[in-house]
């Protein structure tokens, strides 16, 4: 599944605040999706933090990957 930045489809005075609502929005569908299913509130935010680890140590090195490609073509020579 990718990852797509947040759209405000409105100029919000807190960009913080507004991405913040649309994470709780996604996150209450879940938990909605996950009651519809029966599964108990415990189980799903241990699941929820399950994925949320794995995409931080995602995150994280697909960063640290970027960072290392970037550094070898600064330091590649031109011809």
Do not use: C, G
Request: glycine share 0%; net charge positive.
């Amino acid at each position: 599944m990718k990852l797509v930045s947040t759209k405000v489809r409105f100029s919000h005075v807190n960009p913080k605040l507004a991405s913040q609502t649309a994470v709780q929005r996604a996150v209450r569908k879940i938990m909605a999706d996950a009651s519809a299913h029966n599964w108990p509130i415990e189980k799903t935010n241990n699941e929820m933090e399950k994925v949320l680890k794995h995409l931080r140590i995602s995150y994280f090195d697909d960063l640290a990957f970027v960072q290392k490609k970037d550094s070898r073509v600064s330091e590649q020579k031109p011809r």
